[in-house]
């Protein structure tokens, strides 16, 4: 089975654009998340959707917003791009999104879209 | 909010020595707790992960970590490290019940010498 999949790969944006990542989760994961991993840091939680729904936000402007689609994929949409934007983002998916038992849920990370803000 | 503490940034070893990267959370209630491993220009992958009973978790390639609860830590371990474990480590832990967030710990680099 594929994996997580993301696009694009490396992307250079000026400031002030407006940048669209896009993600294709696990065949079979219904919840997708976004995460921002700046040089040097671990990843920070920006979105979870499951089901087309926005499960949870981390503490990011409302610049940052997405969405997911039927088929489970997702975009993550970023406007009036700011140099410390530039960072690499994670994709990852999972089976489901809430509740305990979460044993099983774990999620799985697409290789990431570079991002770079001049 | 829970946050994950990663003390150890930068570790350097030569290749057969043993291997103990620290990871302390704060969050008082149930946790489920993963290592991470980000090998270079490669995506995050898990290592090995806790969400209940043997506090001492066995994972791929020869980790192993141990949950302490009464220390708030997840150390992960290895006997023998080889070159190839070059890697980024990432700790991360999210609270038992809820939205599955977890929050991770900003990193550790591990360098292992031939």
């Known amino acids: 089975d594929a994996g997580v999949t993301q696009s694009p790969t490396h992307l250079i944006k000026t400031r002030g654009q407006h940048v669209t990542l896009r993600c294709s989760p696990i065949s079979g994961h219904k919840s997708v998340s976004w995460y921002q991993q700046v040089l040097g840091q671990g990843p920070q939680f920006i979105f979870q959707?499951?089901?087309?729904?926005?499960?949870g936000r981390g503490n990011f402007p409302d610049r940052f917003s997405a969405r997911q689609f039927p088929n489970y994929s997702s975009e993550l949409n970023v406007n009036a791009l700011l140099l410390g934007d530039s960072a690499l983002y994670l994709c990852?998916?999972?089976?489901?999104?809430?509740?305990?038992?979460?044993?099983?849920?774990?999620?799985?990370f697409g290789e990431g879209s570079w991002l770079t803000v001049v | 909010a829970q946050s994950v503490s990663q003390h150890n940034h930068h570790v350097i070893l030569s290749e057969a020595a043993s291997l103990e990267l620290g990871c302390n959370y704060s969050y008082g209630g149930t946790v489920n707790l993963f290592w991470y491993v980000q090998y270079p220009g490669q995506h995050l992958q898990l290592l090995l992960k806790?969400?209940?009973?043997?506090?001492l978790v066995k994972g791929i390639k020869g980790f192993e970590a141990e949950f302490i609860k009464s220390k708030f830590s997840f150390n992960l371990r290895k006997p023998s490290v080889q070159w190839s474990d070059t890697a980024e480590y990432f700790c991360a832990v999210n609270a038992g019940g809820g939205s599955y967030i977890p929050t991770f710990g900003r990193g550790t680099s591990l360098i292992v010498h031939p």
């Open positions: 806790y969400f209940s009973g043997d506090p």
């Open positions: 959707y499951y089901e087309k729904e926005e499960r």
């Open positions: 990852a998916s999972s089976v489901r999104d809430t509740g305990p038992p979460l044993s099983g849920n774990t999620i799985y």
